[in-house]
């Protein structure tokens, strides 16, 4: 008997993150229906090797990209459904049984959440508020999404090329742009996952928003972004 496809791939590009990927895999493994999870990493070994301890299908690639990370993982996927995480975010335990209803709806062809902080101030949580309300608005004619959550039908996201692996930056907004020619991009409101504060805390909030604002004018200006890679933050 052959197995049971799943519904949902869950894949997780990772560089230097040992010391998150785990908790995030086994907050996976509680979530039901059981995603398919898939961990790529360019040439770390050590996030490799955390990573085997709760999923099977952990790939080193000798390319470098985040883009190049995503787009190798979704051909290795066998979901209807492509859950592209982050390795420092937490999901409810309901997430997959609300992502998978609102896929019911053929027309949609990608969809992103609510994204909020984990253990912040009060002014870190209403800015969030507030950008979480400007996402959900600009759904509706110029959709944006972030790299925290972003789910795609499988069919779409090879119509579209994947990933475009010559930008490393807003290459998720990139992505959410090309999915809406060809339908519905959702904004799940009932949804939130619970990012990581760590960049924040280590650059400072207006130097990541200040970079957040420039690629993002810059990309709708260029089609690019002015910045090609993220400063680590570990």
């Keep these: 008997m052959s197995e049971k496809r799943p519904k949902v791939s869950v894949i ?79 999901l409810p335990e309901d997430s997959i049984e609300t992502l998978v209803r609102i896929f019911q709806d053929r027309r949609v062809v990608g969809a ?29 004619f110029k959709p944006h999404s972030r790299g925290e959550f972003l789910a795609v039908r499988r069919e779409a996201f090879f119509e579209v090329g994947g990933f475009n692996e010559e930008i490393r930056c807003i290459e998720d907004h990139d992505l959410a742009i090309r999915l809406s020619r060809f339908g519905v991009f959702k904004f799940i409101k009932d949804l939130t996952v619970y990012e990581s504060m760590r960049r924040f805390r280590r650059l400072g909030f207006m130097k990541v928003i200040k970079s957040w604002v420039i690629n993002y004018c810059t990309y709708i200006v ?10 680590p933050v570990r």
Aim: charged share 25%; net charge positive; with cysteine.
């Design 222 to 231: 260029n089609g690019r972004p002015l910045y090609n890679q993220w400063r």
């Design 112 to 140: 992103t959440c609510k994204i909020m902080p984990q253990k912040s101030s009060p002014p870190m949580r209403i800015f969030f508020m507030f950008y979480n309300l400007l996402i959900r608005l600009t759904t509706f």
């Design 12 to 90: 997780i590009p990772a560089f230097r993150e040992e010391k998150y990927i785990g908790k995030l895999l086994e907050n996976l493994l509680k979530l039901k229906p059981e995603p398919e999870v898939i961990v790529v990493t360019s040439g770390d070994y050590e996030t490799a090797r955390v990573a085997r301890r709760y999923t099977r299908k952990v790939f080193v690639i000798d390319e470098y990209g985040i883009s190049v990370a995503r787009n190798y993982g979704a051909k290795k996927a066998r979901g209807e459904i492509l859950l592209f995480l982050d390795a420092d975010v937490s």
